[in-house]
């Protein structure tokens, strides 16, 4: 069961509207599964409205009823069956600060891999990926305007999620999600963890790694204790990623427990972290930086930011205590600059 952090991501949402678009065969199928997270929705105080295409016919006037008596505060807006759902939704004019798709499955790569965030570039580079593998033919099409909504500034977020049980609360309310988002206009943030709600989530992101084999275990308690050495990236103010400051001598500083929420691999997260990271050792004037890691990703991000696989000697009782696992060595100049590729 996904961690829920409730009052830490009910301060995002404040003031801003939720809106859920639904077909109606999704919605007859998933009726009381949508209806329980709209109503969570209200309990947070997040004001919400709910797109859908029921026809008036006399079939489907209790489920029309139960959306109106079950849901008094939620704008219900309904989509005449004939119309094109996905551009009659998108070129709505009411407000939209998120907008959640609920589609059957989820928006899958060629590889049968679940996407958890894009941004609109990298959507229209890839749409020859997509196809049809959310189980609907005619998104692809609606990806487009997708895009073009966000990038117009009519909508900051889009998600796209499968419907099912707490779904669109998982998406919401938890640092791992349950489905895609799409944004352009993320706001990143770097500092030291503050409060206990923090040092919850940097747990859960870090539990994800130690279940990979990667990182070696972190008990609560520590980083409730150490919280002063810990770092996070915020998205949004949303805590995505971790790295531990470990003082190693009077230049040195050791990036531990570095670690990047699963739902922003991929959107260059982790090189805004670790340059970050030695933008902020720089100012306490380190000026070497290691790290052991034997996570691929990592590796490969370290490579990247220009860190050499090599274990100085200097280091080798720090080596010593991590036996077979690869060290990343980067020295900066006195100059303090902490160079980055695009």
């Known amino acids: 069961m ?5 009052q830490e991501y009910a301060k995002n949402l404040a003031g801003r509207r939720v809106c859920i678009a639904c077909r109606e065969g999704i919605l007859r199928d998933h009726f009381s599964e949508i209806v329980v997270d709209i109503k969570f929705l209200m309990r947070m105080n997040v004001a919400t409205s709910l797109f859908h295409n029921l026809p008036k016919r006399f079939a489907n006037q209790k489920l029309l009823t139960e959306l109106e008596k ?25 407000s939209m600060d998120k907008l959640i798709f609920l589609e059957r499955r989820y928006l899958m790569d060629r590889q049968g891999k679940k996407i958890n965030a894009l941004t609109t570039g990298r959507v229209l580079e890839s749409l020859a990926d997509f196809g049809d593998l959310i189980g609907n033919v005619n998104f692809k099409d609606a990806m487009k305007r997708i895009c073009a909504k966000i990038e117009a500034g009519a909508c900051d977020r889009v998600h796209i999620l499968p419907a099912g049980k707490d779904t669109i609360k998982h998406e919401l309310f938890t640092v791992e999600g349950s489905g895609t988002m799409i944004a352009n206009n993320f706001i990143e943030e770097f500092r030291q963890v503050q409060t206990d709600e923090e040092v919850a ?16 275990p972190r008990s609560k308690e520590y980083l409730s204790r150490n919280r002063g050495s810990f770092f996070v990236t915020a998205i949004d103010g949303i805590i995505v990623g971790c790295v531990e400051q470990k003082v190693i001598d009077e230049q040195t ?4 427990a570095l670690a990047i929420s699963t739902r922003f691999l991929k959107q260059r997260v982790g090189v805004y972290t670790v340059n970050a990271f030695i933008r902020a050792m720089l100012a306490q004037g380190y000026r070497r930086f290691i790290s052991l890691t034997g996570n691929p990703r990592l590796q490969a991000l370290f490579r990247q930011l220009d860190f050499d696989e090599k274990s100085p000697s200097e280091y080798s009782r720090r080596q010593s205590e991590s036996p077979g696992v690869p060290m990343f060595y980067k020295a900066v100049g006195e100059n303090g600059a902490a160079p980055s590729k695009p």
């Open 2 to 6: 996904p961690q829920l952090y409730l």
């Open 70 to 94: 079950k849901l008094p505060t939620t704008n219900l807006v309904r989509i005449a069956p004939e119309l094109d759902f996905y551009e009659a939704v998108l070129s709505h004019p009411d």
């Open 201 to 216: 989530i940097v747990s859960r992101i870090l539990t994800s790694y130690k279940r990979a084999g990667f990182l070696k």
């Open 253 to 256: 500083v050791e990036l531990g």
